[in-house]
């Protein structure tokens, strides 16, 4: 969908609901619609192995990417390209999982797969430094940019407590599917940067998140779209200085990543790997809190592979 | 030798300058700026000239080419070489598609030119740039490039991108513009105008009225072993030489070549019929010579501004002894880039060519106003406010032409402290409303600004490592509160050291069979 068909459809079922309001309530009902096959656990957990090996086997147990991704539909991935740094540093995410994600994606029938970050430091060198660029072109998604404002529209956030409107990347609008695949790492100001607080790099004003109580707004956001599924690397962990880091020093091997279309329930567990109580990651426990998605683990169906 | 093919020659030569040139200042997307703008810029007289002044080495013998040159063969420079004197050119050129201008011998403006050249000289003396800065013609080329046709060539190359993108072709990207400073824009104006204006109604008026450079060179024309002459014996008289001479400086019924004048285009050779034009070494009979009283002219005004020189020197070293002990909340300095080793060195050698500008890949680097006074009118300073240095990067560090920012390489860059942070609790969201913020430390490359819990408060505050900043700006940027930002870089006078940050090994103790704690 380009950006022209995109207004007109925008327009044509804004005016049929009567209000903007509504169109954000049908995009998030498309969203749900394709996941419609029973699933077999609400999370994985999965340790032990090379990135693109641990995708393989665990989205197995979400039925496969076909699970998600139909026929001809367009995929839009968030990876976390913030810094410019090299692969090693993990500081973005591992271009080997993005490289294995877009496959499986093209696999499943996808027509067309984009790739995207806002990035923190020049988008050019992000997306380059961090492999990620080379991965994703070779394996056949479109490197689309994420550092030109032209690129982001206005959106409502009804439920929504300090964040109320912002503007957000237009392919988050327009793609069939979005996943959501961020690096789990240490950070100074939210305590962790998981699968919400990742979605920062869809928006443009990230400063206005910065003074109106980040933690909300990061909740407040994960409330407009929800990605339909979140794959979190946990191959290379950021322990501390965190998210930039100094050097490979900051960095642990965990070998591991947890998957799951809850991001509150995925942000918990991933909260807990890390060596944190979920709850005191205050994004988390206001997410649960505004029931977007539940940190209580215990109540959820959980596959846990050691490879 | 038919001198004609030397005219051919100075067009390739001109061509191959002007577009080399034009491509170091329109490499929108920074691939070869870093390592090919140092070979077209090389022989830019002006830029040399500072830079063998400022570290002399091997690679700043370039003017002293030109100075050979000039002495050999006259201002072969101000055609062949110097990029706005071909712009004038093209612009004559294309008048000339529409209607040949006939010029005629005039007399030189000698006050005008030597006005120039010893307001150029003079300030210089006194430890400014500001004249050379705004009279430069090199300079001028690039402030024209950067200011004005980079901006049209960025938005025509997003104009493209958009149609691509609708059409859901995503190969190219827009490229989001910061853009020009205001007073550079107009002043890059007025020059194109004037020049424009100049070239076109009267020819290389501009190189012989204004550039210091050409009048410069035109006085080691005076002294240059070949000069062009008429050859009384084969000159008919057809005036043909004359009336193609942009420099208007052959008198052809008094078999006159003012050679101080001459831009070097080699146009009277083409178009002479009988050879009665030529190059004729110094010595012979021709009649090349004007008197009049240019050199007592040129001392003596020396001597008035350099009296009245002396006021402008005390303003300018007010930047430097501005430095009292008051706690600031505003920056005293503005920030001069990497390289630059203190603010002095910057504004002594900069002549605003603005090729920093068009090769920083953040933006950061913008041209002053009045940061750094009148006298650093236009050049460049790290404005925080449209970017911040991007840790891994030296692009403005291996453009310079002047020497005003030196080459240096990534580590010895890392170190560089251009400034150190302040934190301005008074602003910080963190003690204002009491939410976490971190964006200052989520940017910082070095760590130099840290989350520390603050007691008192019991949220994460930044805190600073002052020896651990190298001043890039990363912090100021990011920070979110407006109008006032709540961390800043107070500019170093004379950049500091930075130290490297200590790497403490994180221990791995992961057992991957672990089972998972949850």
Known sequence: MDRREFFKKGSIVGLAAGTYLTFGDKINLFANSKTSDPQLYDLVAIKGGEPDLMFDKAIQSFGGMKNFVKKNQTVVIKPNIGWDTSPERAANTNPKLISQIIKHCFDAGAKDVYVFDHTCDNWTSCYSNSGIERAAKDAGAKVVSGGSESYYQKINIPKGKRLKETTVHELILESDVFINVPILKSHGGAGLTISMKNLMGVVWDRGYWHRNDLHQCIADYASFRKPDLNIIDAYSVMKTNGPRGISEADVMSFKSQIISTDMVAADAAAAKLFGKVPSEIDYIRIADEMKIGTMDLSKLKINRIIL | MNLAILKKIRVIVSIIFIFAISIVFLDISF????????????????????????????????????????????????????????????????????????????????????????????????????????????????????????????????????????????????????????????????????????????GRLYCNSVCPVGTFLGILSKISFFKIGIIEDNCIKCGECEVICKSNCIDSENEIVDFSRCVGCFNCFDVCPSTGISYLPRYSKSKSEIPNSDKRYFIKSLAILTIGAERILKAQQKIEIYKDSTKPILRKFPVSPPGSISISNFTDNCTACHLCVASCPTQVLQPAFLEYGLLGIMQPRMDFKTGFCNYDCVACLSVCPSGAILPKDIDEKKTIQLGKSKLVKENCVVYTEKTDCGACAEHCPTKAVKMQLDPEINKKAPIITEELCIGCGACEYACPTKPYKSIYIESSAIHGIAQIPKQEKIEQKIDYKEEFPF
């Open chain 2, 31 to 202: 691939t070869i700026q870093p390592y090919f703008s140092q070979y077209p810029l090389y022989l830019q007289f002006i830029p040399s000239l500072l830079k063998f002044l400022s570290i002399g080495s091997i690679a700043t013998f370039g003017f002293i080419f030109v100075i050979f040159l000039s002495l050999l063969f006259g201002r072969v420079y101000c055609s062949s070489i110097c990029p706005l004197g071909i712009l004038q050119d093209v612009f004559t050129f294309i008048r000339n598609k529409f209607k040949i201008k006939k010029y005629l011998y005039t007399k030189p403006l000698t006050k005008t030119r030597y006005f120039f050249l010893i307001i150029s000289i003079v300030s210089f003396l006194i430890g400014t740039t500001v004249g050379l800065n705004l009279l430069d013609p090199y300079s001028n080329f690039g402030r024209i490039i950067n200011n004005i046709v980079r901006p049209i060539i960025i938005g025509i190359k997003n104009i493209i991108v958009f149609v691509f993108e609708s059409l859901n072709i995503y190969v190219l990207a827009p490229i989001e513009f910061k853009g020009v400073s205001l007073f550079s824009l107009m002043f890059s104006i007025s020059i194109l105008g004037l020049i424009l204006f100049l070239s076109i109604k009267y």
